[in-house]
């Protein structure tokens, strides 16, 4: 699993550039309204608006388009209608892909996706032909290089956490979906600070395929990610340490 933990370095980097340029707004904004939308404006009664809103303010997104993101979402201001939706792709070689959006206009977001296979290869999959390879859960990194494990593992499994991993020093508690916030506010009050939180589509089984495949799909992966629309992408590919230095260093 290391693989994936410096997949999610690199993504934090390359948001962390995005967000200087303000490019990621849009698409926190829109994960503000719709989680607003179903489950109200309080965050302390909303776990799916306070992950949203912490996503947010980690990025740096003024807190004006915050609050305005959560007045679009419980009426208070006019907005668009917003769809969650989770697509299933196979990128190169029948790597799994399922990408989660969240959008104004289905047919546009689709048709997007299509031009990133049809650039980079894979194609658009059948409902059920990949997800059946995943599971949802909810993914919890800590911060910090010290953290004790065995202390983190009590604490996470006490509020109903699956597992608690250690990829290459980085602590990682994966919950139910279910659990997820009540692992995380569990966390949270025990004083662990918390780097990066999200529900996420976890690969039951990993792909393994040659260099050249794995940086094509990560390149898919990462075209895809580029998308206003898209809030989240995952596959079942092997990310070796090969692979992702190949990518990061192209």
Known sequence: MSGHSKWSTIKRKKGAE???RGKIFTRLGREIVQA?????????????LRLAIQKARAANMPKENIERAILKGTGKLEGADMEEITFEAYGAEG???VIDVLTDNKNRTLGEMKRVF???GGNMASV???LWQFEHKGAIILKGDAVDF???FMVAAE???????NEDGVVVVYTPREQFAAVEEALAEAGYEIDESELKWISKNETEVALEKAIQNLRIMSEL???DDVQSVSSNLMMTDEALNAFETA
């Not at 109200?40 to 776990?47: F, I, L, P, V």
């Not at 509020?159 to 991993?165: E, I, L, P, Q, R």
């Open 118 to 120: 049809n650039k980079f």
């Open 95 to 97: 790597v799994g892909i």
């Open 150 to 152: 065995d202390e983190v």
């Open 36 to 48: 607003a939308r179903e489950g109200g404006g309080d965050e302390n009664a909303n776990a799916k």
């Open 159 to 165: 509020a109903g956490a699956d597992d608690v991993v």
């Open 128 to 130: 059920g032909s990949v």
């Open 18 to 20: 995005d967000a200087k």
């Open 225 to 227: 990610e580029e998308l």
